[in-house]
């Protein structure tokens, strides 16, 4: 491949990714959060799992319809993921997943 069909095909900034990776990304966070606090795995929640708002509408029957994911890519590597969703009393909420958390999303660990 040259490269100029490389560049094309790479990977860079903001991509939508909803319908490859909301199940996924849903799962992960449903699990983070059922678990009891002090049985979660601790993220800087300031750079690895921030929210805005509650996590606790991840739980709300139906979410999956109102639940968006972006993925932030540089050199076709997932730097971050953000989702963004609507709870059952309307409000929105942010969630963005990067370092430690984004790696055992990507890995499927979320044991401690």
Do not use: C
Request: aromatic share 10%; net charge negative; proline share 2%.
């Amino acid at each position: 491949m040259n490269p100029e069909q490389k560049r094309e095909n790479s990977k860079e900034g903001w991509q939508e990714e909803t319908s490859g990776r909301k199940e996924s990304v849903l799962n992960f966070l449903k699990e983070y959060v059922s678990k009891p606090f002090d049985e979660r795995k601790k993220y800087d929640n300031f750079v690895e799992l921030h929210v805005s708002g509650s996590m606790k509408g991840l739980l709300d029957e139906g979410i999956e319809e109102r639940a968006s994911i972006k993925s932030y890519y540089q050199a076709d590597k997932i730097n971050k993921i953000a989702v963004s969703f609507q709870d059952n009393k309307g409000h929105y909420h942010d969630v963005h997943l990067a370092g430690k958390a984004l790696e055992d999303y990507l890995s499927g660990d979320l044991e401690k």
